[in-house]
């Protein structure tokens, strides 16, 4: 027995080392600074005075946390909304398997493969106001031309239609997944008791699709939660913080001041977590009463 569990601990030590070293410290860290007092020189020197929770009062009544928050949940909503509705019905498509579907799904994976400081970068030369493809597509039909990522109006509309087309691949490959898991008799049976189509999505796909879609929408809304590099390339959460989510505040606030503020920084991070927890909770939850 004695020799089982040192094989055990054997295979189970790099797992433990891996999340203390990669997950518990940063947390760990994190926590600390949002609990300090931090300058540069205190952040190098490791004497930051303690706080207490000073950093997140600052937070909370910083009068750019509320526009922060808004535009965090807006983007995360309206990002997985249309993420999982063109995966799902990309998924279904797909699913019939015609000539060239496995070609065409395997196309529809590049934009989840691509680095995103790539796709980030090509969404800002499509949506440039003077030389994007946007635009001139807008000009030869006769419509105005948009200032995409200059307007304070357009801005967060811009970042939103950039994610989600990088987002749609992972929903597709999900969804997808979980429709051939559902057993071919099942649609059949449905069929012969006189369902339609559409019927037979609603009434039968749809709900044993629900494990699946759960867990997707739970990782697609973590993701979102924390997207930081698309908006920076593209808006830097400009202009006048028209598409600034938490994230890029937490970055603006911990390296992009001349002063910077790490402890105000960390506590907007720890917020995120809070956020993202929130909902995982919810989703086990559910789980457990399913």
Same mark, same amino acid.
């Given at each position: 027995?004695?020799?089982?569990?040192?094989?055990?601990?054997? +295979? =189970?030590? $790099?797992? *433990?080392?891996? !999340? &203390?070293?990669?997950?518990?410290?940063?947390?760990?860290?994190?926590?600390?600074? /949002?609990?300090?007092?931090?300058?540069?020189?205190?952040?190098?020197?490791?004497?930051?005075?303690?706080?207490?929770?000073?950093?997140?009062?600052?937070?909370?009544?910083?009068?750019?946390?509320?526009?922060?928050?808004?535009?965090?949940?807006?983007?995360?909503?309206?990002?997985?909304?249309?993420?999982?509705?063109?995966?799902?019905?990309?998924?279904?498509?797909?699913?019939?398997?015609?000539?060239?579907?496995?070609?065409?799904?395997?196309? +529809? =994976?590049? $934009?989840? *493969?691509?680095? !995103? &400081?790539?796709?980030?970068?090509?969404?800002?030369?499509?949506?440039?106001?003077? /030389?994007?493809?946007?635009?001139?597509?807008?000009?030869?039909?006769?419509?105005?031309?948009?200032?995409?990522?200059?307007?304070?109006?357009?801005?967060?509309?811009?970042?939103?239609?950039?994610?989600?087309?990088?987002?749609?691949?992972?929903?597709?490959?999900?969804?997808?997944?979980?429709?051939?898991?559902?057993?071919?008799?099942?649609?059949?049976?449905?069929?012969?008791?006189?369902?339609?189509?559409?019927?037979?999505?609603?009434?039968?796909?749809?709900?044993?699709?629900?494990?699946?879609?759960?867990?997707?929408?739970?990782?697609?809304?973590?993701?979102?939660?924390?997207?930081?590099?698309?908006?920076?390339?593209?808006?830097?959460?400009?202009?006048?913080?028209?598409?600034?989510?938490?994230?890029?505040?937490?970055?603006?606030?911990?390296?992009?001041?001349?002063?910077?503020?790490?402890?105000?920084?960390?506590?907007?991070?720890?917020?995120?977590?809070?956020?993202?927890?929130?909902?995982?909770?919810?989703?086990?939850?559910?789980?457990?009463?399913?």
């Amino acid at each position: 027995m004695s020799r089982q569990r040192w094989t055990a601990g054997a +295979f =189970l030590a $790099p797992v *433990l080392v891996y !999340l &203390i070293a990669f997950y518990a410290y940063p947390l760990y860290r994190n926590l600390d600074l /949002s609990l300090r007092h931090y300058t540069v020189r205190s952040f190098v020197r490791g004497d930051a005075p303690f706080s207490g929770l000073d950093n997140y009062r600052t937070v909370f009544a910083d009068p750019a946390f509320g526009p922060a928050l808004l535009h965090t949940m807006v983007f995360t909503l309206v990002s997985i909304a249309f993420q999982f509705a063109a995966g799902l019905a990309l998924a279904v498509f797909f699913a019939q398997n015609f000539t060239l579907s496995a070609t065409l799904r395997a196309l +529809f =994976l590049v $934009p989840w *493969l691509l680095p !995103l &400081i790539v796709s980030a970068s090509t969404w800002s030369w499509m949506l440039n106001s003077d /030389s994007g493809v946007v635009n001139f597509l807008l000009r030869s039909v006769g419509a105005e031309p948009v200032n995409w990522l200059t307007s304070p109006d357009w801005a967060l509309t811009s970042v939103i239609i950039a994610n989600v087309w990088i987002g749609i691949p992972f929903n597709l490959v999900l969804l997808y997944s979980g429709l051939q898991a559902i057993p071919g008799e099942v649609h059949e049976a449905a069929a012969i008791d006189g369902a339609n189509g559409w019927q037979r999505f609603w009434r039968v796909t749809f709900p044993l699709l629900r494990p699946v879609s759960a867990i997707t929408l739970l990782l697609g809304l973590v993701y979102t939660l924390k997207v930081f590099d698309i908006i920076w390339i593209m808006t830097r959460g400009g202009p006048t913080d028209a598409s600034s989510t938490l994230a890029t505040w937490s970055y603006r606030l911990s390296f992009g001041n001349l002063l910077p503020e790490f402890g105000p920084g960390a506590a907007v991070g720890n917020l995120l977590i809070i956020i993202a927890l929130f909902f995982g909770l919810i989703y086990i939850r559910r789980q457990r009463r399913g």
